[in-house]
């Protein structure tokens, strides 16, 4: 059946969000008007909300690649030209001039803090760090060697269990303790990171310091030692304070989509920010920067510097990890920034480390290689990530737990949008292509 979907100038056009005209989509003869909503950023699209009611259509879509699923205020993102920007300020200021939990407060609540509110959200942050002392049963239930994110996932859900009156699952009882669940988490987040951390490598917990900043305190718990205190180096801090900064919010992705997901059935926030943690454990989403170390790994194993593998990922038999993004076709803006920050981070710490040598050897050829150039392969934000983290002395499958800390602002904002927007429950449609109805067969005639 032939259709055929063409834009026409409406006189109905109205409120801000709706853009004066509207497409008309024809199917078997008959047309329907699809409005028009125009984003604030220009962004176009089609609201198909009453195609199957009016029509008997659905839109397909296979993983979400060309749907909105959602109008949100917080993140926007133009891939093509290599911007992102938080509540409406570029990221490459925010870098330059705020910090991780300045971010994570704009992101959240759509401001930036006032010096009383940004002294005051830090506070309650601080505050909050330690874990009840029955934590430490739930950390011993678990193999030494558990996967740190399926230890971070259980916990974030366990936390509810100790904050009752802010996981009832009521939306309006919960969006009423929003402002103390949302420091709890950020707090505890990197608390609970550090303890699995501790657990797996059979050291002491280490008790959170109050004199401490956000990164230095997180630090701190991860490498501290009951006979030396762990000082961190300046620009470790920064850098690491910078990396959770950068991964605040990143529009609809995965992880936060399912958070939205999960808030939409009425879910409480530990619930449904332990739904996106799963959710970025997968390799595809939130392993990227493992993958890059796991690369340099392979090509050091093969006494290669890096030169035969530019050669081998040119002609299609290596795969280069780290470079290229889903969304930008440009740049990844995040890399510009953090690139420089890697470079810092090496130069203070002075470590030699082959595998280094080897990230830098390929970072070089690629940016000056024709091959890559063409193609827009620039590094994005994994591979730095993935070389710091190491360097920093993150272990590897930790790497997405890193991300996760980081990625707790823009969930959180997530949710709260969701909760004070939403009404009904998401539900994607699908086209069945199983087999068609048939009879049952007695298992002795099979």
């Known amino acids: 059946m032939s259709s055929a979907i063409k834009e026409t100038t409406s006189a109905k056009g109205s409120g801000s969000d709706i853009d004066p005209t509207t497409a008309s989509l024809t199917v078997g003869g008959k047309s329907h008007s699809l409005p028009v909503i125009i984003g604030t950023e220009g962004e176009r699209a089609l609201d198909t909300r009453k195609l199957r009611n009016e029509s008997g259509y659905i839109a397909y879509d296979d993983g979400y690649g060309n749907t909105g699923s959602c109008l949100s205020n917080i993140s926007y993102i133009d891939g093509e030209k290599g911007i992102l920007r938080h509540r409406g300020y570029p990221i490459e200021q925010l870098a330059r001039h705020s910090s991780f939990i300045e971010v994570a407060y704009l992101v959240i609540y759509g401001e930036l803090p006032s010096a009383e509110q940004l002294a005051q959200f830090r506070e309650r942050v601080r505050g909050n760090a330690h874990l009840h002392e029955d934590f430490r049963h739930h950390f011993q239930g678990f193999p030494p060697n558990s996967h740190p994110m399926a230890v971070l996932s259980s916990m974030m859900n366990a936390l509810g269990c100790y904050y009752p009156n802010?996981?009832?699952?009521?939306?309006?009882?919960?969006?009423?303790?929003?402002?103390?669940?949302?420091?709890?988490?950020?707090?505890?987040?990197?608390?609970?990171?550090?303890?699995?951390?501790?657990?797996?490598?059979?050291?002491?917990?280490?008790?959170?310091?109050?004199?401490?900043?956000?990164?230095?305190?997180?630090?701190?718990?991860?490498?501290?030692?009951?006979?030396?205190?762990?000082?961190?180096?300046?620009?470790?801090?920064?850098?690491?304070?910078?990396?959770?900064?950068?991964?605040?919010?990143?529009?609809?992705?995965?992880?936060?989509?399912?958070?939205?997901?999960?808030?939409?059935?009425?879910?409480?926030?530990?619930?449904?920010?332990?739904?996106?943690?799963?959710?970025?454990?997968?390799?595809?989403?939130?392993?990227?920067?493992?993958?890059?170390?796991?690369?340099?790994?392979?090509?050091?194993?093969?006494?290669?510097?890096?030169?035969?593998?530019?050669?081998?990922?040119?002609?299609?038999?290596?795969?280069?990890?780290?470079?290229?993004?889903?969304?930008?076709?440009?740049?990844?803006?995040?890399?510009?920034?953090?690139?420089?920050?890697?470079?810092?981070?090496?130069?203070?710490?002075?470590?030699?480390?082959?595998?280094?040598?080897?990230?830098?050897?390929?970072?070089?050829?690629?940016?000056?290689?024709?091959?890559?150039?063409?193609?827009?392969?620039?590094?994005?934000?994994?591979?730095?990530?993935?070389?710091?983290?190491?360097?920093?002395?993150?272990?590897?499958?930790?790497?997405t737990v890193m991300f996760a800390i980081g990625r707790m602002p823009g969930w959180i904002a997530n949710w709260k949008e969701t909760a004070e927007t939403t009404k009904r429950i998401h539900r994607p449609r699908q086209i069945y292509t199983g087999p068609e109805k048939r009879d049952f067969v007695p298992i002795e005639k099979r």
């Open 166 to 399: 802010m996981s009832t699952n009521n939306r309006e009882t919960d969006l009423a303790h929003f402002d103390d669940t949302t420091t709890l988490l950020l707090s505890k987040v990197r608390t609970i990171a550090a303890a699995t951390y501790r657990m797996r490598m059979g050291r002491p917990f280490n008790y959170s310091r109050g004199s401490f900043r956000y990164v230095d305190n997180f630090l701190h718990m991860m490498f501290s030692e009951p006979y030396e205190e762990y000082e961190p180096v300046p620009e470790v801090a920064d850098a690491l304070d910078l990396f959770l900064l950068l991964h605040a919010d990143h529009e609809q992705n995965c992880s936060t989509s399912t958070v939205r997901m999960v808030a939409s059935g009425g879910a409480n926030l530990f619930a449904s920010v332990a739904a996106g943690v799963c959710a970025l454990w997968g390799p595809l989403h939130g392993g990227a920067n493992s993958a890059v170390i796991q690369m340099l790994e392979e090509i050091h194993a093969r006494g290669d510097d890096g030169s035969r593998f530019i050669e081998d990922a040119k002609t299609g038999k290596a795969r280069l990890m780290g470079f290229g993004h889903r969304v930008y076709k440009n740049f990844d803006p995040r890399a510009k920034i953090f690139g420089a920050a890697a470079e810092r981070v090496l130069k203070a710490l002075g470590r030699e480390d082959p595998l280094l040598d080897i990230a830098r050897r390929l970072e070089q050829a690629a940016l000056a290689d024709d091959y890559f150039i063409e193609r827009k392969l620039y590094p994005n934000v994994d591979f730095y990530s993935g070389i710091v983290l190491k360097a920093i002395g993150i272990p590897v499958d930790m790497f």
